[in-house]
């Protein structure tokens, strides 16, 4: 029997909020080699415009492909937004998140209210509302920017009153919209499922991209005679742009397991373009 394909899957985002993806794909798929870059240094990107967000995007691909991976997993909305609207290049397949989270969404909801919350980034572009349309020309669709949400959960703020204060904020005129489901449209929220629960008091289903994410990646690599045919459990490599111990120490609450975390060691690390 053929042992399939050794390359690793990279998988990237801004910070620790990938890694809420990568978790699925860890139980999905044990047997893959795994590459995760968290661009710390650059985090929050939601903030920035879609033209910034662009640029990493492709500096990130570019770096993900000098490591010879498989599959690029683009575990991050705002990165996925600027994807679905500029296509860059790329020599290996890709993944994104927003359609695998509006497949959930579009089977979940009873009353056709669909909300969404995300980044800046990611809903100025408005593919959600597109993908939401193209799935289903009669769903009613509410949008909210999160400000701030990202930050905390890079902080490991998953519990503070201001936390529950800026969630309230957020979500009470979704509720007002009597939406029945609510897309986690940035891949950091999951992590504030507690929070988001809460506040909606449990009526709202929340949907994450993840656990449908890890489902495409699996098929998607069964499609293209790509998945790795081994018992053994695969190897795991975390790097980041910034400052790997705070990385360590947030990320392992979410991820256990996640001990080792390096400095990006690619020359052109230090070529990344940082701006505030
Ligand atoms: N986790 C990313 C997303 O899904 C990035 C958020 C950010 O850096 O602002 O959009």
Same mark, same amino acid.
């Given at each position: 029997? $053929?042992?399939?394909?050794?390359?690793?899957?990279?998988? &990237?985002?801004?910070?620790?909020?990938?890694?809420?993806?990568?978790?699925?794909?860890?139980?999905?798929?044990?047997?893959? #080699?795994?590459?995760?870059?968290?661009?710390?240094?650059?985090?929050? %990107?939601?903030?920035?415009?879609?033209?910034?967000?662009?640029?990493?995007?492709?500096?990130?691909?570019?770096?993900? +492909?000098?490591?010879?991976?498989?599959?690029?997993?683009?575990?991050? #909305?705002?990165?996925?937004?600027? %994807?679905?609207? &500029?296509?860059?290049?790329?020599?290996?397949?890709?993944?994104?998140?927003?359609?695998?989270?509006?497949?959930?969404?579009?089977?979940?909801?009873? #009353?056709?209210?669909?909300?969404?919350?995300?980044?800046?980034?990611?809903?100025?572009?408005?593919?959600? +509302?597109?993908?939401?349309?193209?799935?289903?020309?009669?769903?009613?669709?509410?949008?909210?920017?999160?400000?701030? &949400?990202?930050?905390?959960?890079?902080?490991?703020?998953? &519990? $503070? +009153?201001?936390?529950?204060?800026?969630?309230?904020? %957020?979500? #009470?005129? @979704?509720? !007002?919209? +009597?939406?029945?489901?609510?897309? @986690?449209?940035?891949?950091? %929220?999951?992590?504030?499922?507690?929070?988001?629960?809460?506040?909606?008091?449990?009526?709202?289903?929340?949907?994450?991209?993840?656990?449908?994410?890890?489902?495409?990646?699996?098929?998607? @690599?069964?499609?293209? !005679?790509?998945?790795?045919?081994?018992?053994?459990?695969?190897?795991?490599?975390?790097?980041?742009?910034?400052?790997?111990?705070?990385?360590?120490?947030?990320?392992?609450?979410?991820?256990?397991? @996640?001990?080792?975390?390096?400095?990006?060691?690619?020359?052109?690390?230090? $070529?990344?373009?940082?701006?505030?």
């Amino acid at each position: 029997m $053929s042992t399939g394909d050794d390359r690793a899957i990279g998988i &990237f985002d801004s910070g620790v909020g990938g890694l809420t993806v990568t978790d699925s794909i860890m139980k999905l798929l044990p047997q893959e #080699n795994l590459i995760y870059f968290g661009d710390t240094a650059r985090c929050p %990107y939601g903030p920035r415009t879609i033209d910034e967000v662009h640029l990493f995007l492709t500096e990130i691909m570019g770096l993900m +492909e000098e490591q010879d991976v498989k599959m690029l997993v683009i575990a991050c #909305n705002s990165m996925t937004a600027a %994807y679905e609207k &500029f296509r860059p290049a790329h020599k290996v397949p890709v993944i994104g998140v927003m359609e695998p989270a509006v497949r959930a969404a579009v089977r979940a909801t009873h #009353n056709r209210k669909v909300g969404v919350l995300g980044t800046q980034a990611t809903l100025s572009t408005g593919q959600y +509302e597109r993908f939401l349309h193209a799935a289903g020309a009669d769903l009613e669709i509410h949008t909210q920017v999160c400000g701030g &949400f990202v930050e905390r959960v890079e902080d490991g703020d998953t &519990f $503070s +009153e201001e936390l529950f204060a800026l969630a309230e904020e %957020y979500l #009470n005129p @979704l509720m !007002n919209a +009597e939406v029945d489901t609510l897309i @986690l449209g940035c891949t950091h %929220y999951p992590l504030l499922t507690g929070v988001l629960h809460s506040v909606t008091s449990g009526e709202v289903e929340l949907i994450s991209s993840a656990d449908e994410v890890a489902k495409d990646i699996y098929s998607k @690599l069964v499609e293209l !005679n790509l998945l790795r045919r081994k018992r053994q459990v695969g190897s795991r490599r975390f790097l980041v742009s910034g400052d790997p111990a705070s990385f360590r120490t947030v990320g392992s609450r979410f991820l256990p397991g @996640l001990d080792e975390v390096e400095s990006m060691p690619w020359p052109a690390a230090g $070529s990344l373009k940082v701006s505030a």
